[in-house]
Nanobody, 120 residues
Framework: QVQLVESGGGLVQPGGSLRLSCATS????????MGWYRQTPGKQRELVAI???????NYADSVQGRFTISRDNAKNTVYLQMNSLKPEDTAVYYC??????????????WGQGTQVTVFS
C-alpha cells in the first residue's frame, strides 16, 4: 500500500524557517512529479511548489524566493525548505505525488498533512 507521510511542521515566528519532509513507502516503481500544497479553513487547497523527476521546479508567486522544493529520487522523498515565513503561510501542508506502484498501478497520492503555524 502506497503511503506518503509528512513531517517537520510546527510553530515558528515570522521570519523563521522550517523544513518539511515527505517520505513514501509501498511497492513504488517510479515517482513522477512531487509537490506540496497547503490549505487553510474555508479555502481550497492550493499548490505551493512542484518538482519533476528531472528536478524542474515551479512555485506559487506567494512563495517564490522564500521556499525551495527538492527531492531525493533514491529515497523517494521530497522536501520543502521554507524561509522568511509569514503569518499568511500558516496552513496545513500536504505532500502529493504521481506514483507508479507495482500493485495499485498509477495514481496520485496525498499525505495526511502537517500543520505549519507562523505567529508572533
Amino acid at each position: 500500500q502506497v503511503q506518503l507521510v509528512e513531517s517537520g511542521g510546527g510553530l515558528v515566528q515570522p521570519g523563521g524557517s522550517l523544513r518539511l519532509s515527505c517520505a513514501t513507502s509501498g511497492s513504488i516503481l517510479r515517482i513522477n512529479d512531487m509537490g506540496w500544497y497547503r490549505q487553510t479553513p474555508g479555502k481550497q487547497r492550493e499548490l505551493v511548489a512542484i518538482i519533476t523527476r528531472a528536478g524542474i521546479t515551479n512555485y506559487a508567486d506567494s512563495v517564490q524566493g522564500r521556499f525551495t522544493i527538492s527531492r531525493d529520487n533514491a529515497k523517494n522523498t521530497v522536501y520543502l525548505q521554507m524561509n522568511s515565513l509569514k503569518p499568511e503561510d500558516t496552513a496545513v501542508y500536504y505532500c502529493n505525488a504521481d506514483i507508479f506502484a507495482a500493485i495499485e498501478g498509477r495514481g496520485r497520492y496525498w499525505g495526511q498533512g502537517t500543520q505549519v503555524t507562523v505567529f508572533s
